[in-house]
């Protein structure tokens, strides 16, 4: 009995192996070898807020906001669930302790970042409280959280999932009915980066003043400037 092996692609992700066969009668027999099963993936939606406002109203998507607490705190989408993709590490081992007040001495003084760790309960968490066929929203505050925890989620069997590209900073005032004490978009900003933003509007406002004062009150402006104490 003669034999010949060859391989036939049925798909991207699925491959079936066949071995050839001739009997005695001269008939061709296919005899499968080696199989395996095909593995279904979903592909994740990225939309512009345009379009994921359509899939909460329309679609009926749930949102689920997986940005830390602060982030949520200071301003989240109505109604939306939150399942953080990172938690505030509050491990106690030296090096932990070492990045973690390096951390704090810059990037969380100056933005007002929490020192994080990745949640590792993060999709079981979502998978009690909901079922993989679920359509989820996900959203955070530049997009690259969403798109990993995405990853995680697709990986863990949920089929129905979408990202806002670019995160919620790029979600104009409006847009989405929202809790907190400042815009979507600016729910990412702490720290000193807020305080200097502050400072410096102040100041813009002050030196604008300024300049239109001298422009069209020149005669004023000089006999104030008459006025000042010299240096």
């Known amino acids: 009995m003669a034999g010949l092996c060859f391989c036939t692609a049925l798909s991207?992700?699925?491959?079936?192996?066949?071995?050839?066969?001739?009997?005695?009668?001269g008939n061709m027999l296919y005899r499968p070898l080696h199989k395996r099963s095909?593995?279904?993936?979903?592909?994740?939606?990225?939309?512009?807020?345009?379009?994921?406002?359509?899939?909460?109203?329309?679609?009926?998507?749930?949102?689920?906001?997986v940005r830390d607490k602060s982030q949520y705190d200071r301003a989240h989408i109505k109604s939306c669930y939150h399942v953080p993709l990172f938690i505030e590490n509050k491990d106690n081992d030296l090096g932990t302790v070492v990045k973690r007040t390096v951390h704090?001495?810059?990037?969380?003084?100056?933005f007002g970042l929490l020192?994080?760790?990745?949640?590792?309960?993060?999709?079981?968490?979502?998978?009690?409280?909901?079922?993989?066929?679920s359509k989820l929203l996900l959203v955070c505050q530049e997009?690259?959280?969403?798109?990993?925890?995405?990853?995680?989620?697709?990986?863990?069997?949920?089929?129905?999932?979408?990202?806002?590209?670019s995160g919620l900073q790029s979600v104009k005032p409006g847009t989405f009915d929202s809790v907190?004490?400042?815009?979507?978009?600016?729910?990412?900003k702490a720290g000193l980066v807020?305080?200097?933003?502050?400072?410096?509007?102040?100041?813009?406002?002050?030196?604008?003043?300024?300049f239109l004062f001298i422009t069209f009150f020149p005669e004023q402006a000089e006999k104030l400037l008459q006025m000042a104490p010299a240096s």
């Open 12 to 25: 991207s992700r699925r491959t079936t192996w066949l071995v050839l066969e001739t009997n005695l009668a």
């Open 38 to 65: 095909m593995v279904i993936r979903a592909e994740v939606n990225y939309v512009n807020t345009e379009e994921a406002k359509k899939l909460i109203s329309v679609d009926r998507y749930a949102v689920l906001d």
């Open 104 to 110: 704090n001495n810059f990037a969380g003084l100056l």
């Open 115 to 133: 020192f994080t760790k990745l949640n590792p309960n993060f999709v079981q968490s979502v998978k009690s409280q909901f079922s993989t066929d």
């Open 143 to 165: 997009g690259l959280r969403s798109a990993a925890a995405a990853n995680k989620l697709e990986e863990a069997g949920f089929q129905n999932l979408a990202c806002i590209t």
């Open 180 to 188: 907190g004490s400042t815009e979507l978009q600016n729910a990412g």
């Open 194 to 210: 807020t305080i200097q933003g502050k400072i410096s509007a102040v100041l813009g406002t002050v030196l604008i003043c300024a």
